[in-house]
């Protein structure tokens, strides 16, 4: 089987043949597989919106191809399709809430792809379960909602599209912590569950690479790292370079191991590392060289 997503050699550039022209991706290859829990990280203006915005074909290559589930995006007649297996979630997508009840934004997406009151209903007690939102009352206004649940609003209208594919773009700004927490752990029961191919977008490491099986890393619209979490960590200095704030933990793991510590600084469990300091230790043996541990 094809691969999800590929993308080969894309450039892509805004304001074409104009004085503002400005090449936001530059030769971008990708495989995305069913099933991946993928983290999109850069600094801003590094390309990220830009790239996802080709997965559903809001915005098309100046060269190269991208190919949807076998469908090469720049050459169908049929974006309807394309725009249904991927669910896309803009940044803020509250702003976008317009119905007048919670119902009705839910349903929203649905009615356009003409299915079923029945259908849409029973999509609906579905996806507000699996969000959490299931104790919302349907046929309130959404707008006296809190934040954080009108974004649940606008992710569970997406969700009930029932995509192969669901891509956020930076979900998680503005929540509080618990906020991020939550929100976080039902995408990821969604990937691990219901086997959604799911790729975040966001500008910080931290929490995202804690469930992503794989990280992409863009800096000025190409792809300088893709790897597993822990591959794209061995290498703290690249993204410390390019502004990206890491872990604290791989960031303590690794002031240890600058200041000579022969210990891995890639790990983003905090038990994994409490042993890995604890070994370190112990093979320090009676030297008394605990006095040069550092208290970073
Ligand atoms: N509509 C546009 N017209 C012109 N230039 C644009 C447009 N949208 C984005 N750009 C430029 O393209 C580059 C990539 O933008 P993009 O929005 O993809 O970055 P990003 O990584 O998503 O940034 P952020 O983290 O701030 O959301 C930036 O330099 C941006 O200024
Ligand atoms: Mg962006």
Do not use: C
């Amino acid at each position: 089987m094809s691969s999800l997503i590929e993308m080969n050699d894309v450039w892509y550039q805004y304001n074409p043949d104009s004085p503002l022209a400005y090449w936001a991706l530059m030769g971008v290859n990708l495989r995305i597989e069913r099933g991946e829990f993928i983290s999109i990280i850069g600094p801003t203006g590094s390309g990220k919106s830009t790239l996802i915005q080709h997965f559903n074909g809001l915005l098309k290559p100046a060269k190269g191809e991208v190919i949807v589930d076998g469908v090469d995006i720049s050459r169908t007649s049929d974006l309807k399709s394309i725009r249904k297996k991927v669910g896309m979630v803009f940044q803020y997508p509250e702003t976008q809430i317009f119905s007048e009840t919670i119902y009705d934004e839910l349903a929203f997406g649905l009615r356009n792809y003409g299915y079923s009151e029945d259908e849409i209903e029973e999509r609906i007690e579905s996806v507000t379960k699996k969000l959490g939102i299931d104790y919302l009352p349907l046929d309130k206004s959404p707008f006296l909602l809190s934040g954080g649940e009108m974004r649940r609003i606008a992710i569970a209208s997406i969700l009930a599209m029932e995509p192969e594919v669901f891509v956020l773009d930076e979900p998680l700004a503005n929540l509080d912590p618990q906020g991020r927490r939550e929100l976080l752990r039902e995408i990821d029961s969604l990937n691990k569950k219901e086997s959604l191919t799911v790729i975040i977008v966001s500008h910080d490491l931290s929490e995202v690479s804690r469930y992503a099986n794989r990280i992409i890393v863009l800096s000025e619209g190409k792809i300088i790292m893709d790897g597993p979490p822990k591959e794209i960590f061995k290498d703290v200095e690249k993204l410390i370079d390019i502004s990206l704030g890491v872990p604290q933990l791989v960031e303590l793991l690794y002031n240890l191991y600058k200041r000579g510590a022969d210990i891995p600084y890639n790990i983003l469990d905090m038990e994994e590392a409490a042993k890995v300091i604890v070994k370190w230790r112990k093979s320090l043996g009676n030297r008394d060289k605990l006095r040069t541990i550092p208290t970073a």
